[in-house]
């Protein structure tokens, strides 16, 4: 194997390109193609190209919250932080992670549940359109589903890549019955790289045409 010398700004595209040539003859759908490749960008894992799984309106769903200036809620400060915040500005959306705010472990202590769970209650709070990314914890996702359920929160997509191996399967295939559009990994792999990797597609999606 030789080195390639390539330049810093052609990293990314010299990336996307070895992608595409191991592809091969994979027929991937137009409007999950970008966003399957930027999560095997980040994780160097083709497994995602068999895993990810998209409810039928998703992208389309997604596209449109962040034309319209949604709130990106993660469940990690680890996710949140990878979502391009440049890209976010162009579109006048925003990002939040509620984990580490105090009245969510203050509702947590008191309710006796996961801070995660706690932060899906305070994210029902939000208005607007609304995405929710959660790359960590299933509790989150499981706790999304009672709040949908009960008609206290609608978002416009979930994007459901907890990692791990305590009640993660089960979370995702619950998330995929709740109702609302969806981005998955099946099985245990994902994590916030993940979460935010999805976020970004979506993002760049709409700020690189323009």
């Given at each position: 194997m030789k080195v390639e010398h390539i330049l810093p700004a052609d990293i990314e595209r010299r990336s996307m390109e070895i992608i595409e040539e191991e592809l091969g003859?994979?027929?991937?759908?137009?409007?999950?193609?970008?966003i399957i490749k930027r999560v095997v960008h980040t994780t160097?894992?083709?497994?995602?190209?068999?895993?990810?799984?998209?409810?039928?309106?998703?992208?389309?769903?997604?596209?449109?919250?962040?034309?319209?200036?949604?709130?990106?809620?993660?469940?990690?400060?680890?996710?949140?932080?990878?979502?391009?915040?440049p890209g976010l500005n162009k579109l006048g959306a925003g990002k939040v992670c509620y984990m580490a705010d105090s009245d969510?472990?203050?509702?947590?202590?008191?309710?006796?549940t996961t801070r995660a769970?706690?932060?899906?209650?305070?994210?029902?709070?939000?208005?607007?359109?609304?995405?929710?990314?959660?790359?960590?914890?299933?509790?989150?996702?499981?706790?999304?589903?009672?709040?949908?359920?009960?008609?206290?929160?609608?978002?416009?997509l979930i994007i459901a890549v907890p990692v791990g191996f305590v009640n993660v399967v089960y979370a995702k295939e619950e998330i995929m019955k709740a109702g609302v559009p969806y981005i998955t990994a099946l099985g245990r792999k994902g994590g916030s790289n993940v979460a935010a990797a999805i976020c970004n597609a979506l993002i760049y999606t709409l700020t690189r045409q323009s």
């Open positions: 003859d994979i027929i991937l759908p137009p409007d999950e193609k970008d160097a894992d083709f497994d995602y190209v068999r895993n990810l799984r998209f409810s039928p309106s998703a992208v389309r769903r997604g596209l449109e919250a962040l034309k319209h200036g949604c709130t990106i809620v993660t469940d990690t400060n680890m996710a949140c932080m990878g979502i391009s915040a969510v472990a203050q509702a947590a202590r008191e309710q006796g769970q706690a932060s899906m209650d305070k994210a029902a709070k939000l208005t607007g359109p609304l995405i929710i990314a959660v790359g960590n914890a299933p509790t989150a996702l499981l706790r999304l589903k009672e709040l949908i359920e009960s008609g206290r929160i609608n978002p416009d």
